[in-house]
């Protein structure tokens, strides 16, 4: 179809609050990645680092502070939404530190907008899917180069006090979002937490778009 005979999409804000490591952050990006049918999405993505404590080099899942019934009732709700919309996900064995996969997704979008989400999915994969440590900085420049991000880029996203600013940054607009957890979605005045609906997706994103 020529491109004068396209239909005009309106064009989306969202801000979202997420971390590679949540994996209701993964199922979230999926979901909302949808409404790129309906809207020109322009999506915010503010990184947050939620467990600074653990370490790179990764620990078992049964490290986190939750309760065994509570996490099970998760993973079980995680597992059942995942199927319901065909998103591949393997048995999380192991939580690790993401703040280099973080810098590095920073770092990746001075690199344009196709690198950036070509990165962005790759790490999402690695860890949900592959099950790599996305904490180990070998994997991080693995997945790097695969993307054909540039080794400047590489090198500035563990080296350039910008990127570590940058995420300091993010933890200031979600205070002021009012944003306690990942992931959140904030469409214009709104903000959705959670394990959110395409559904409620798409009512937000009409709201958001019929204020402006």
């Given at each position: 179809?020529p491109?004068s005979n ?8 969202v ?45 078992p ?16 709700n ?5 199927r ?5 996900l393997s ?25 950036f ?20 900085r ?38 002021q ?7 959140s979605?904030?469409?214009?005045e ?8 395409e ?8 709201q ?5």
């Open positions: 179809m491109e396209r239909r005009k999409l309106p064009e989306l804000q801000t979202v609050y997420s971390d590679y490591i949540c994996p209701f952050c993964y199922v979230g990006h999926h979901r909302l990645q949808r409404l790129r049918d309906s809207y020109e999405l322009k999506i915010n993505w503010c990184f947050l680092e939620i467990h600074p404590e653990t370490s790179a080099e990764g620990e899942i049964d490290s986190l502070d939750y309760p065994s019934q509570q996490w099970q009732q998760m993973m079980d995680l597992k059942r939404v995942a319901e919309e065909d998103i591949p048995e999380l064995s192991f939580i690790t530190n993401s703040r280099d996969a973080l810098l590095l997704s920073e770092a990746c979008k001075q690199e344009g907008r196709e690198i989400y070509d990165v962005h999915e790759k790490l999402f994969t690695a860890y949900f899917v592959e099950g790599r440590n996305i904490g180990n070998d994997v991080l420049i693995d997945i790097a180069k695969t993307c054909k991000v540039s080794e400047e880029t590489i090198e500035s996203a563990w080296s350039d006090e910008k990127h570590q600013q940058r995420l300091a940054a993010n933890f200031d607009s979600a205070r979002h009012d944003v306690q957890s990942v992931p979605f904030v469409f214009g709104k903000v959705l937490t959670g394990v959110v609906s559904e409620a997706f798409r009512k937000a994103a009409v958001s778009t019929i204020t402006k």
